[in-house]
């Protein structure tokens, strides 16, 4: 899991000729053994075919990143790295020699049958997780963007887009108060790229700090993006009317400067949202099940059948909604999968658990039947 460290910005930060892409003391003080060698500090604004542009403080210079291409995809250079690079004219190709250590990272599975890990983008403060209003609300998915935005370190904000489409305020209310359940802890912003309502919140987050736009394809990330920098920097696709999905008007990560303070980065609509070493996460979008999980008689409680079981007993009462539980078994298994299959010490522990319960289950079926005592 990465975790965020804010610097507080002096005076002199502010006068940096980097300020306005997030450049602080605590990131000249990372750089100051490049500085030594001549290197020149930069954020990379975009990724493409193993070369970069990167934001200097003399313009934005093309880099190819063939010194920082690891074998671990996690560690590849990505949009929003702060990076060191050679200065004009000490090289042909220009390169990018180093990478600061990431504050934060966003990162997903792969739909690879490999399960590689693939970093979305870096040093992201804020995660505006983008979903339309054109179609029926998906509230797992929801989850599953929220759990990756929490591991990240980032500050999630859930965007319900399109809100235009929804005319009746109490119907409106009610798809923001449904997304607020499975979203605690997040502020849910009812947003119109058309008429504007919402823009002046959403604009109020983000103007401090790195802001990342997640969705599926066809959300309006990409109009959202142009009404946030005010100008038409990415191309848009209207989404089809019968299922609310676009093409991919994104293809790369792309970095811009707001005009009212703070950083975006656009993504491309993801098909896939697996979830990658996110267990922390997890247990922060499902908070409240969590909670009750400390009142269960047993500490190893699965929430099935056990005595004395909080959670069934909520669900019992109906306090604790059985898709909510669901839906936080069905993340804790699949992020317990993808750890398992980069980890052969917890393949070996989960293992030895299903021996366990199986010879549990075996047992207490031979007694039920009068084979044992």
Same mark, same amino acid.
């Given at each position: 899991?990465?975790?965020?460290?804010?610097?507080?910005?002096?005076?002199?930060?502010?006068?940096?000729? /980097?300020?306005?892409?997030? $450049?602080?003391?605590?990131?000249?003080?990372?750089?100051?053994?490049?500085?030594?060698?001549?290197?020149? !500090?930069?954020?990379?604004?975009?990724?493409?075919?193993?070369?970069?542009?990167?934001?200097?403080?003399?313009?934005?210079?093309?880099?190819?990143?063939?010194?920082?291409?690891?074998?671990? !995809?996690?560690?590849?250079?990505? @949009?929003? #790295? $702060?990076?060191?690079?050679?200065?004009?004219?000490?090289?042909?190709?220009?390169?990018? =020699?180093?990478?600061?250590?990431? =504050?934060?990272?966003?990162? %997903?599975?792969?739909?690879?049958?490999?399960?590689?890990?693939?970093?979305?983008?870096?040093?992201?403060?804020?995660?505006?997780?983008?979903?339309?209003?054109?179609?029926?609300?998906?509230?797992?998915?929801?989850?599953?963007?929220?759990?990756?935005? +929490?591991?990240?370190?980032?500050?999630?904000?859930?965007?319900?887009?399109?809100?235009?489409?929804?005319?009746?305020?109490?119907?409106?209310?009610? *798809?923001?108060?449904?997304?607020? @359940?499975?979203?605690?802890?997040?502020?849910?912003?009812?947003?119109?790229?058309?008429?504007?309502?919402?823009?002046?919140?959403?604009?109020?987050?983000?103007?401090?700090?790195?802001?990342?736009?997640?969705?599926?394809?066809?959300?309006?990330?990409?109009?959202?993006?142009?009404?946030?920098?005010?100008? #038409?920097?990415? #191309?848009?696709?209207?989404?089809?009317?019968?299922?609310?999905?676009?093409?991919? @008007?994104?293809?790369?990560?792309?970095?811009?400067?707001?005009?009212?303070?703070?950083?975006?980065?656009?993504?491309?609509? /993801?098909?896939?949202?697996? /979830? +990658?070493?996110?267990? @922390?996460?997890?247990?922060?979008?499902?908070?409240?099940?969590?909670?009750?999980?400390?009142?269960?008689?047993?500490?190893?409680?699965?929430?099935?059948?056990?005595?004395?079981?909080?959670?069934?007993?909520?669900?019992?009462?109906?306090?604790?909604?059985?898709?909510?539980?669901?839906?936080?078994?069905?993340?804790?298994?699949?992020?317990?999968?993808?750890?398992?299959?980069?980890?052969? =010490? *917890? %393949?070996?522990?989960?293992?030895?658990? +299903?021996? =366990?319960?199986?010879?549990?289950?075996?047992?207490?079926?031979?007694?039920?039947?009068?084979?044992?005592?």
């Amino acid at each position: 899991m990465f975790h965020t460290s804010f610097h507080a910005s002096s005076s002199s930060d502010a006068q940096h000729p /980097l300020a306005a892409y997030g $450049w602080d003391a605590g990131w000249e003080a990372e750089f100051a053994p490049y500085a030594d060698q001549g290197l020149l !500090p930069g954020r990379v604004i975009r990724v493409d075919r193993g070369q970069c542009d990167v934001a200097t403080a003399g313009g934005v210079v093309r880099a190819d990143t063939a010194f920082v291409t690891p074998h671990d !995809p996690l560690r590849v250079i990505c @949009t929003g #790295d $702060w990076a060191a690079v050679d200065p004009d004219g000490v090289s042909d190709p220009r390169y990018v =020699r180093a990478c600061l250590p990431r =504050r934060t990272a966003f990162a %997903r599975s792969t739909s690879s049958q490999r399960s590689e890990g693939q970093i979305l983008a870096a040093n992201v403060d804020h995660a505006v997780i983008t979903v339309s209003l054109a179609v029926e609300l998906d509230l797992g998915r929801i989850e599953r963007f929220l759990a990756l935005a +929490w591991e990240s370190g980032a500050q999630p904000t859930v965007v319900l887009s399109k809100a235009d489409l929804v005319p009746d305020p109490v119907g409106l209310s009610y *798809l923001v108060e449904d997304v607020e @359940t499975v979203a605690p802890g997040v502020q849910v912003v009812p947003l119109s790229s058309t008429t504007g309502e919402g823009l002046d919140v959403l604009s109020a987050v983000v103007a401090g700090g790195t802001t990342v736009l997640l969705g599926v394809s066809g959300a309006g990330k990409s109009t959202l993006a142009n009404a946030l920098v005010g100008a #038409d920097v990415m #191309d848009v696709q209207a989404a089809r009317d019968v299922d609310g999905k676009g093409r991919h @008007t994104t293809t790369t990560r792309n970095l811009f400067v707001l005009p009212g303070g703070g950083v975006l980065i656009d993504t491309p609509g /993801l098909r896939g949202v697996g /979830l +990658w070493d996110a267990e @922390t996460g997890v247990g922060q979008v499902f908070s409240e099940i969590e909670e009750l999980a400390g009142d269960c008689r047993f500490h190893d409680c699965a929430h099935e059948s056990e005595p004395g079981c909080a959670v069934t007993a909520a669900i019992e009462d109906g306090s604790l909604p059985v898709r909510r539980l669901e839906s936080y078994r069905k993340l804790l298994r699949e992020n317990q999968r993808i750890v398992a299959k980069t980890d052969a =010490r *917890l %393949r070996t522990e989960i293992l030895k658990d +299903w021996k =366990r319960k199986g010879a549990e289950g075996r047992h207490a079926l031979a007694m039920k039947r009068g084979q044992v005592r």
